[in-house]
């Protein structure tokens, strides 16, 4: 399933910010979610900036959501 959503994932790149992958993007995202942490410990953890990871966590929440909306939401 974790291979499944990070497909999903699509982030576009500048020449101004350095490519974090979607695999390590979900993780930083499911990571908050399971241990409802801040985000300086995922900062810490990860080794992204704190706009970044706040970017990541808004962008990957509607991906997850689309996976599994019409399975558990009736």
């Known amino acids: 399933m974790f291979n499944n959503i990070s497909d999903l994932i699509i982030r576009e790149v500048?020449?101004?910010?350095?490519?974090?992958?979607?695999?390590?993007?979900?993780a930083i995202t499911l990571y908050r979610l399971a241990h409802g942490c801040s985000y300086s410990t995922v900062v810490?953890?990860?080794?992204?900036?704190?706009?970044?990871?706040?970017?990541?966590?808004?962008e990957v929440i509607p991906v997850i959501i689309q996976v599994f909306y019409d399975d558990y939401v009736v």
Do not use: R, Y
């Open 14 to 26: 500048t020449k101004f910010e350095e490519l974090v992958s979607p695999n390590c993007q979900l």
């Open 44 to 58: 810490d953890l990860f080794g992204v900036a704190s706009s970044t990871a706040c970017q990541i966590f808004n």
